[in-house]
């Protein structure tokens, strides 16, 4: 990963948690729930050791952040031959399909809610290793369920189910038979 790439995705979590203690304080300040003045409230937060403190682990642990929310997950997919479960994975998941070079391609959030809520932060690139697996790059609760996806969908790949049937019923004939010859063969 990139420094730039580092430092605007731990700025990013650091926007989202001082978004959420801001608006922790402002619906108790609105519901009447505050005991305190809002200077009250902005001296402790900010001049007070107890405020100084919150603030210096709330920049731990946005620094902290893209070594832990990021992952990078080796799947065993093979792109050619399993393209319609990848692709049907991340569809189902929200993701539509971008760019695509050398071996690389992008899905981005389709919902441009959730890309904002996201900070943007809505990339999960799909590389082909080349020996029957792939690489999934990105945002790791995402990654972690696409992934599961792509398992369960490329698991329950069936072929031509008439085709399969066709098989069974071959493979059952063919029991069927050696029981009645090896039951012949006793009497």
């Given at each position: 990963m990139s420094t730039g790439k580092y430092i605007r995705r731990?700025?990013?979590y650091f926007v989202k948690i001082v978004a959420l203690v801001i608006g922790i304080y402002a619906l108790l300040w609105?519901?009447?729930?505050s005991n305190i003045s809002a200077e009250a409230?902005?001296?402790?937060l900010f001049t007070?050791?107890?405020?100084?403190?919150l603030w210096g682990a709330v920049l731990a642990v946005s620094l902290l952040y893209p070594l832990y929310g990021f992952v990078r997950r080796t799947v065993k997919a093979?792109?050619?031959a399993d393209w319609e479960e990848i692709h049907r994975a991340f569809i189902v998941a929200g993701y539509v399909k971008g760019e695509s070079q050398g071996g690389v391609t992008v899905f981005r959030v389709s919902s441009p809610v959730r890309r904002l809520i996201m900070f943007g932060e809505d990339i999960i690139t799909v590389t082909?290793?080349?020996?029957?697996?792939?690489?999934l790059d990105g945002i790791r609760k995402e990654v972690v369920q696409i992934e599961?996806?792509?398992?369960?969908f490329v698991d329950n790949k069936t072929t031509d189910p008439t085709e399969e049937h066709y098989e069974r019923g071959s493979e059952?004939?063919?029991?069927?038979?050696?029981e009645v010859v090896e039951t012949e063969e006793k009497e």
């Open positions: 731990a700025l990013g609105v519901t009447g729930s409230f902005w001296s402790e007070s050791r107890r405020g100084l403190l093979d792109v050619v082909d290793n080349g020996d029957g697996t792939i690489t599961f996806r792509i398992h369960t059952e004939a063919e029991v069927i038979e050696a």
